[in-house]
C-alpha cells in the first residue's frame, strides 16, 4: 500500500472494511511519521537494513508490547549510542509514545504496530543485540498464548546476536517461574541473572521503570521478578 493522503483514509492498514467508528488514536498514527511506523509493507522492507534506518552501525535493541513506551523512551533517551524498535498493538500507546520521543526529540528510537510473533518479516539475521519484554499478559489459562515460550526462542536464534540477552520483568510469580523452568529445556540460552524481587538488589539502581511496574510498586507493592537470558 503507497502512502496516505489524506489520514481518514488510514483505516485501510488495519481493516479489510470500513467500519463505523474507529478508536481516534489510530488517526493520530499518521502524525509522527519519524516515530511510528504502522504501514506494515514499508515495515517489512526494512529487514535487514534497520541501520539504514537509523543512519548509524550502533547495536539495535527490540522492546515487544511496549505499552505507552515509558521504557523504551527512558532507554533511548540515557543510552543515545543505541537504536531502539518498541513493538506495540493499541494505536493510543503508540501514539503515547511517539509523542513521548518527538518531545525529546530522540533519534534513536522507532515504535512499530506488530505482533512480537511475527518478527521474522521485518527483522534480518543477527540484526538484534537485546530484546526486552516487559510485563507480557500472563494468559492464566490459555499459557499457550504467552509471548514466552519455545517458538520465541527459536526466533531469537535467528535475529539475535550471539552473547546478546532477553531481559524480561513481570509481577506474575508463575510466569517467573514457568520461564525460569522453559529455560532448562531450551539449548543454546542461560540464564545469568534471576530475582524474584528487583527493586531490592543492586540492578534497581539502573532499572527502568515501565507503565505497569510503576502501577504494580505504587499501588499494590509487588515484588517484581526479573529474568536475564543470554544467548551462547
Ligand atoms: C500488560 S501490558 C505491559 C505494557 C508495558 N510493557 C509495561 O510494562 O508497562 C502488555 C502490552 O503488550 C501488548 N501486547 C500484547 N500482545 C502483544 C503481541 N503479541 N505483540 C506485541 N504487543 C503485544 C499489549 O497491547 C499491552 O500494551
Request: hydrophobic share 35%.
Amino acid at each position: 500500500m503507497g502512502t496516505v493522503e489524506n489520514k481518514k483514509e488510514v483505516w485501510q492498514y488495519f481493516f479489510e472494511k470500513p467500519k463505523k467508528n474507529y478508536n481516534k488514536y489510530m488517526f493520530e498514527m499518521v502524525e509522527y511519521p519519524d516515530y511510528l511506523m504502522y504501514d506494515n509493507e514499508k515495515v517489512d522492507s526494512y529487514k535487514g537494513k534497520w541501520n539504514e534506518f537509523f543512519g548509524n552501525d550502533n547495536d539495535i535493541f527490540l522492546e515487544i508490547g511496549c505499552g505507552s513506551g515509558n521504557f523504551t523512551v527512558g532507554n533511548a533517551e540515557k543510552f543515545k549510542d543505541r537504536n531502539y524498535i518498541a513493538l506495540e498493538l493499541r494505536f493510543k500507546r503508540l501514539v503515547l509514545g511517539a509523542r513521548k520521543s518527538q518531545k525529546r526529540h530522540l533519534k534513536n528510537i522507532l515504535f512499530i504496530r506488530k505482533r512480537g510473533e511475527t518478527v521474522l518479516e521485518f527483522i534480518g539475521e543477527n540484526e538484534i543485540s537485546g530484546m526486552y519484554i516487559n510485563f507480557p499478559d500472563p494468559w492464566e489459562g490459555e499459557e499457550h498464548k504467552r509471548l514466552i515460550n519455545k517458538e520465541l526462542f527459536e526466533r531469537m536464534d535467528i535475529i539475535l546476536k550471539k552473547g546478546g540477552k532477553l531481559y524480561f520483568k513481570t509481577d506474575h510469580q508463575q510466569y517467573y517461574e514457568d520461564v525460569l523452568e522453559l529455560l532448562k529445556e531450551i539449548d543454546g540460552y542461560e540464564v545469568v541473572y534471576h530475582t524474584d524481587d528487583l527493586h531490592n538488589t543492586e540492578k534497581a539502581a539502573e532499572n527502568i521503570k515501565t507503565e505497569f511496574e510503576q502501577l504494580f510498586l505504587s499501588k499494590h507493592n509487588m515484588n517484581i521478578k526479573y529474568v536475564e537470558i543470554e544467548k551462547k
